[in-house]
T-cell receptor
Framework: DAGVTQSPTHLIKTRGQQVTLRCSPKSGHDTVSWYQQALGQGPQFIFQYYEEEERQRGNFPDRFSGHQFPNYSSELNVNALLLGDSALYLC?????????????FGDGTRLSIL | DQQVKQNSPSLSVQEGRISILNCDYTNSMFDYFLWYKKYPAEGPTFLISISSIKDKNEDGRFTVFLNKSAKHLSLHIVPSQPGDSAVYFCAASDAGGTSYGKLTFGQGTILTVHP
């Protein structure tokens, strides 16, 4: 039973560039959420996708965008990268049917901005 | 505005003893609470959850207690094992509302279990 998989594992970019991170949900899950975790902090919610639409969004600028594909996989895009975007980006998947479902996380993508 | 707080950055316990990790929240709309464990270079692993209609939930060595009036929850690990050494995150959501499972996390507590 494959869990949540994310790619790439690590990524180094420079300021102003654009990046795309990818996520495949756990088998049977149809909802994908993205989180940003800065060093020493808990994960912060970016947005959630369900039925290929952004269902909810956290307090992140429009530079952060996403997409969900018909096979439930998802992408996170960040434009005009800033030094402050350096963080661990986590993808989590869950079942739909309300929020009383635990989210299961991948191992994340470590993004470093130079 | 820190809606979920874990006030202890770290906790050290002896193997075989009880570990108690605490978490406080301020948003009265939160009705679903979860604990995650995180090892370095890995994503958070789901441990146990509780909804606001209950005050206790057990799963093996892990028990979560919820005190709604105090807006406080705790995770008990008995007995503690060296492999439990990790960062523990408390998370909460307004699952019955419009948040669709958006999780709000605490800052984490580093648990170290000494042999």
């Amino acid at each position: 039973d494959a869990g949540v998989t994310q790619s790439p594992t690590h990524l180094i970019k420079t300021r102003g560039q654009q990046v795309t991170l990818r996520c495949s949900p756990k088998s049977g899950h149809d909802t994908v959420s993205w989180y940003q975790q800065a060093l020493g902090q808990g994960p912060q919610f970016i947005f959630q996708y369900y039925e290929e639409e952004e269902r909810q969004r956290g307090n992140f600028p429009d530079r952060f965008s996403g997409h969900q594909f018909p096979n439930y996989s998802s992408e996170l895009n960040v434009n005009a990268l800033l030094l402050g975007d350096s963080a661990l980006y986590l993808c989590a998947s869950s079942l739909a049917g309300g929020g009383y479902q635990p989210q299961h996380f991948g191992d994340g993508t470590r993004l470093s901005i130079l | 505005d820190q809606q979920v707080k874990q006030n202890s950055p770290s906790l050290s316990v002896q193997e075989g003893r009880i570990s108690i990790l605490n978490c406080d929240y301020t948003n009265s709309m939160f009705d679903y609470f979860l604990w995650y464990k995180k090892y370095p270079a890995e994503g958070p692993t789901f441990l146990i959850s509780i909804s606001s209609i209950k005050d206790k939930n057990e799963d093996g060595r892990f028990t979560v207690f919820l005190n709604k009036s105090a807006k406080h929850l705790s995770l008990h690990i008995v007995p503690s094992q060296p492999g439990d050494s990790a960062v523990y995150f408390c998370a909460a959501s307004d699952a019955g509302g419009t948040s669709y499972g958006k999780l709000t996390f605490g800052q984490g507590t580093i648990l170290t279990v000494h042999p």
